[in-house]
């Protein structure tokens, strides 16, 4: 299964013609959801998330540092190489790559979801981190069907292996 962290073309060529319509108020009065909002998320107890001791970002993106890594800095532009696994709030593992091949994506250029872009900054290599991100920054009111659901709220523990 390719990770479900790459922005597909199939994806974009859905989502722009919607959001260029609604956009032009052409879409009337449809209702595609709310957006999610990690503050609020019922997180299921095994995940382990606190969003109360986590680092807000923004309104749809916190982290924490579970291992601090002592290697080089995570920055726009940079190739990283990171193991990771990500779960529904409730407690559905949907993707993991931990005991496989690591995923190498660059940082910055919308390679993956918009929260990895942003929540992975700073972090060292040698380090884990969890992110807690909205659906403004994952998937939005698309989803990733059949696996994740529109306006799902998104937690990953990332581990990053190498920056180049």
Do not use: E
Request: charged fraction near 10%; charge should be positive.
């Amino acid at each position: 299964m390719r990770p479900p962290l790459s922005f597909t073309r199939r994806a974009a060529s859905i989502l722009l013609p919607l959001l260029t319509l609604s956009a032009a108020g052409c879409l009337g009065g449809t209702h595609v959801g709310t957006p999610s909002d990690p503050a609020t998320a019922p997180f299921a107890p095994s995940l382990g998330v606190n969003i109360s001791q986590m680092t807000k970002i923004s309104n749809d993106l916190y982290i924490q540092d579970v291992v601090n890594g002592t290697g080089a800095q995570a920055a726009s532009g940079k190739t990283l190489s990171v193991t990771y696994t990500g779960w529904l709030v409730n407690g559905t593992k949907f993707d993991s790559n931990v005991g496989s091949q690591a995923y190498t994506f660059p940082l910055g250029v919308q390679a993956v979801i918009s929260g990895w872009d942003q929540g992975l900054v700073g972090m060292h290599a040698g380090g884990t981190r969890m992110l807690v991100i909205g659906s403004r920054l994952a998937y939005g009111s698309v989803g990733s069907p059949p696996v994740i659901p529109s306006n799902a709220t998104l937690v990953f523990v990332v581990q990053l292996l190498t920056v180049q």
